[in-house]
Nanobody, 126 residues
Framework: QVQVMESGGGLVQAGGSLRLSCTGA????????MGWFRQAPGKEREVVSC????????WYADSVKGRFTISRDNAKTTLYFQMNSLKPEDTAIYFC???????????????????WGQGTQVTVSS
């Protein structure tokens, strides 16, 4: 059974930091481009960042650019999302997703992704 699993969410004060991780079961994440998405209460899911298979290409939504960093350790088949200077508006469920594309690119659209995690809650208090 193929699974993608997030961890590292929690409650943090505004201005604080969290690091999310994503691992896979039944698949090796180093074979996939990866993305981070989030969904806030009452809002649609949005893409916040993505990274290509080898890590050479990254993309960020304007709302997180300069504060969040996506990275991957292919030796550990783990995806990371370092979130700094967190704001209350970053409160959401965060999802990682895997895209089995073969080229060195990443796509900032949810329909490109094949496997999704269950999400991890990030809550930023003011």
């Amino acid at each position: 059974q193929v699974q993608v699993m997030e961890s590292g969410g929690g409650l943090v004060q505004a201005g604080g930091s969290l690091r999310l991780s994503c691992t896979g079961a039944g698949l090796s994440l180093d074979d996939y481009a990866m993305g981070w998405f989030r969904q806030a209460p009452g809002k649609e899911r949005e893409v916040v960042s993505c990274i290509s298979r080898n890590g050479g290409v990254t993309w960020y939504a304007d709302s997180v650019k300069g504060r969040f960093t996506i990275s991957r350790d292919n030796a550990k088949t783990t995806l990371y999302f370092q979130m700094n200077s967190l704001k209350p508006e970053d409160t959401a469920i965060y999802f990682c997703a895997a895209d089995r594309r073969r080229d060195e690119a990443c796509i900032s659209r949810s329909e490109a992704y094949d496997y999704w995690g269950q999400g991890t809650q990030v809550t930023v208090s003011s």
